[in-house]
């Protein structure tokens, strides 16, 4: 698998990877509804660099940018989509992997992931197994086609002193 930073020409692979998702509600923070434009306005901020990850074409895509601005700005957030048809491949923790390189070496302290939803067990885990904490739970905060309302979850890892 190779990771490497999205270009304009991906635009079209990335909305195809991001719209399934975004279409289920069940993940993301955004109108199930949610035109191409808007998808990718919000996955490719100017704030973030973008990557994909190619194995016989594009099977994931994550971003990487500053958590806040300001005080914050120390610390990133990042997003990830693996492409429905390469779940279970590794695709997400090879993303994981390279964004926890990539912030590192971009010079943040920590990545925080603002928003995971309690229901999302499968990247919970991968998150967990890769050290980071759940620092905060916001009741009810998410509604799920599925489960209805269910927690979100704050979850966090330093990325200075070795760790």
Sequence with gaps: MILRAATEADRGAIWEIL?????????YTVDPDISEADALAFWCDPKARVFVAEEDGIVGTYYIRPNKDGGG?????????TAPAAQGRGVARAMLAH????ARAMGFR????NFVVATNARAIATWERAGFSV?????????SPAHGYVDALVMF????DGT
């Design 19 to 27: 719209r399934p998702v975004f279409r289920a509600g069940d993940t």
């Design 73 to 81: 700005a120390h610390v990133c957030n990042c997003g990830y989509v």
């Design 99 to 102: 964004s926890l390189e990539t």
């Design 110 to 113: 920590a990545m925080q992931y």
């Design 135 to 143: 620092v905060g739970r916001l009741p009810g905060a998410f509604f």
């Design 157 to 160: 890892k330093e990325l200075v």
